[in-house]
């Protein structure tokens, strides 16, 4: 999937956006804009706001205070307008488990006014592979499945914006990666997709991101660039037994450590100057070290240094 927009139509503006739950403050303050043609990414953990924001943009809940405008238009001016114009694929999409797939997507033409939608309903089965599978009915369909019917139903009226919240939680990794290959094609179509994702290794796959954290934006750019505003060098360990490890350079160091799984990820300054203080207080309290090597940064080691 390319890096880079292919023009810088704003297609959503968000400015100074905030909204409340009583005393809950979801979306504090932020401020976005979103290219045509992009693929945008909302990341953040679950509280963080990215569905709050997603519903506000497709005008299903009101701005306390701010702006925000889609498709060239006031959202809260031009609701209806913009609704036409956009789907939304929400974390609990509403698919009719007694109809068949073909009268699922039948259903949504009719919500969207569409007369003439065999020709397309017909594309999107073939886009989405599930022609075969037409006539069955969604309460039999897999997980996978599902969230690709409710993807092709969000799609039957030629949106020019689709917005996806989390669209892979709870998808198994084969179906996750066809739907990933989906969103390539909806790319190449000129479709704008924005979705929010806690999956920080789907980021990757965005042209730029916002990680959002207590409602709040942290950072805001291309996947590449954020990575490269560490300015730190990340460290991998592979060693044993690993919890005793990451809790000696917690206790023994200054240095910021993520544990994923069976290695330890350390955050340094310098790999050269800070490293060997660090094998010196393992080695010294009987921890052995099988690997070490410094890797690139990933999102993931952005996003909790940044939150730390």
Same mark, same amino acid.
């Given at each position: 999937m390319?890096? *880079?927009?292919? /023009?810088?139509?704003? $297609? $959503? *503006? $968000? /400015? /100074?956006?905030?909204k409340s739950y009583g005393n809950v403050k979801a979306v504090n303050g932020i401020s976005l804009s979103v290219n045509e043609g992009e693929m945008f990414g909302l990341v953040g953990p679950d509280g963080a706001g990215k569905t709050t924001t997603i519903r506000i943009l497709c005008g299903l809940l009101k701005i306390d205070e701010g702006e925000v405008n889609v498709l060239g238009k006031n959202i809260e001016q031009n609701t209806k307008e913009i609704q036409n114009n956009i789907g939304y694929l929400s974390q609990r999409f509403s698919l009719y488990g007694d109809l068949t797939v073909d009268e699922n997507i039948e259903f949504f033409a009719d919500i969207h006014n569409v007369k003439n939608y065999h020709e397309r309903r017909d594309e999107l089965l073939e886009f989405t592979r599930l022609k075969s599978f037409r006539d069955r009915l969604a309460d039999k369909l897999s997980g996978g499945m599902k969230q690709k019917l409710a993807l092709a139903c969000s799609l039957i009226h030629k949106p020019k914006i689709i917005f996806l919240d989390e669209p892979t939680t709870g998808v198994d990794p084969v179906s996750r990666r066809d739907f990933w290959k989906i969103l390539a094609g909806l790319l190449k179509e000129g479709i704008t997709i924005f979705m929010s994702t806690p999956y920080l290794d789907e980021a990757e796959r965005c042209n730029r991101v916002a990680m959002m954290n207590n409602g709040e934006i942290i950072a805001l750019d291309s996947p590449q660039k954020i990575k490269e505003a560490l300015n730190k060098e990340v460290v991998e360990l592979v060693c044993a037994p690993i919890r005793k490890a990451y809790q000696l350079i917690?206790?023994?160091? *200054?240095?910021e450590s993520q544990m994923f799984g069976d290695r330890i990820n350390i955050v340094l300054n310098s790999y050269e100057e800070n490293f060997p203080s660090i094998e010196k207080v393992l080695m010294q309290k009987g921890v052995e070290i099988f690997d070490k090597r410094v890797i690139t940064p990933s999102l993931e080691n952005v996003f909790i240094h940044l939150i730390k």
């Open positions: 390319k890096t *880079e927009t292919r /023009n810088t139509k704003q $297609i $959503i *503006e $968000i /400015n /100074n956006l905030h917690k206790d023994n160091t *200054e240095f």
